[in-house]
């Protein structure tokens, strides 16, 4: 409950920062759903070192480890290598990547209003593009389209899933916390 402020405040001035300073999506609704995704994010990889500051005794050995723990979860995020070019046997570091999932939603946050705009997927010209305003998309299987390294789940989800991550991350950092308490005790 202590951290909860400092875990709220920092994500939230980041946010606020980032989210002017780089222009995205003017609107409330699209505002507060990023502040909540970051808000996640952040959160979450809490909970993921919490888990392995509480899983290794010696402070050297976690601090050499962490970036070994982390750097499968930002290859299969959708930076790097579109989802469906991710081989099966590997779809489990993808399925509990934080990065695939934040990364998710905060493109579907900024996208999925322009693409619903648009009535069709088309490579728009200079002359010719239904929002004058906005930078037109191409189709979602061009590999320039923001939106093309995504998996098909949408915003909500994505949402949905960082939460799970983050409720099971700090409930296991609990649970190794107790199991580690219990041993000393004795």
Same mark, same amino acid.
């Given at each position: ?5 400092? +875990?709220?405040?920092?994500?939230? $001035? ?31 990889? #809490? ?7 509480? #899983? =290794? +005794? ?17 290859? =299969? ?26 990364? /998710? ?11 619903? /705009? /648009? ?18 998309? $191409?189709? $979602? ?7 093309? /390294? ?12 960082? =939460?799970?991550?983050?409720? $099971? ?18």
């Amino acid at each position: 409950m202590s951290e909860f402020p400092f +875990s709220v405040a920092i994500p939230t $001035v980041f946010g606020l920062i980032c989210y002017f300073c780089v222009g995205l999506r003017p609107t409330a609704e699209a505002f507060f759903v990023y502040l909540f995704t970051l808000i996640l994010i952040y959160n979450s990889f #809490s909970g993921y070192s919490l888990i392995i500051s509480a #899983s =290794f +005794s010696n402070k050297q050995l976690a601090v050499t480890l962490t970036p070994i723990l982390i750097v499968p979860f930002m290859l =299969f995020a959708g930076f790097f290598v579109a989802s469906a070019n991710i081989p099966y046997w590997l779809k489990e570091f993808e399925y509990l990547s934080i990065i695939k999932y934040g990364y /998710q939603a905060l493109m579907h946050n900024q996208f999925d209003y322009y693409l619903a /705009q /648009q009535t069709a997927y088309y490579t728009c010209t200079a002359d010719v593009c239904p929002l004058p305003d906005y930078p037109c998309l $191409v189709d $979602v299987t061009d590999p320039c389209n923001p939106l093309s /390294q995504l998996s098909r789940q949408g915003l909500w989800s994505s949402i949905a899933c960082l =939460f799970a991550i983050y409720a $099971v991350c700090y409930i296991c950092s609990w649970g190794i916390l107790i199991h580690l308490s219990k041993d000393y005790s004795n």
